[in-house]
């Protein structure tokens, strides 16, 4: 599957952005998804993730109740919505793919499980 990350810009504090990731190649709706982040030097980690069979999702506690994940599986699409930005919200945001991932939940939040990769989408707040 081949993903493709847009949404991205810059925004001011407390602004909101919409942040999608497009797949291709193979059933969509088969595979978790995953967003993850990384700021200028530091590691990527985990942003929030949504459930192929349910579309259940998880969020790390910096997010929860700002971000929200959602899919469309019709559209091959998977959405993040940003709301309430902050300056550290500020980062490349990457989603990922899986088809193995279904209800270990601690395994949403590692990046060493997602096989897909977008490309990126860089995310600036500014305060």
């Known amino acids: 599957v081949q993903l493709q990350a847009s949404g991205g810009g810059l925004v001011q504090a407390g602004g909101s952005l919409r942040l999608s990731c497009a797949a291709s190649?193979?059933?969509?709706?088969?595979?978790?998804v995953g967003w993850f982040r990384q700021a200028p030097g530091k590691g990527r980690e985990f942003v929030a993730a949504i459930r192929s069979s349910d579309g259940r999702t998880y969020y790390a506690d910096s997010v929860k109740g700002r971000f929200t994940s959602s899919r469309d599986n019709a559209k091959n699409t998977v959405y993040l919505q940003m709301n309430s930005l902050k300056p550290e919200d500020t980062a490349v945001y990457y989603c990922a793919a899986d088809n193995k991932l279904k209800f270990d939940v601690a395994a949403f939040r590692r990046n060493d499980e997602y096989d897909y990769w977008g490309q990126g989408t860089l995310v600036t707040v500014s305060s």
């Open positions: 190649g193979r059933t969509f709706s088969s595979y978790a």
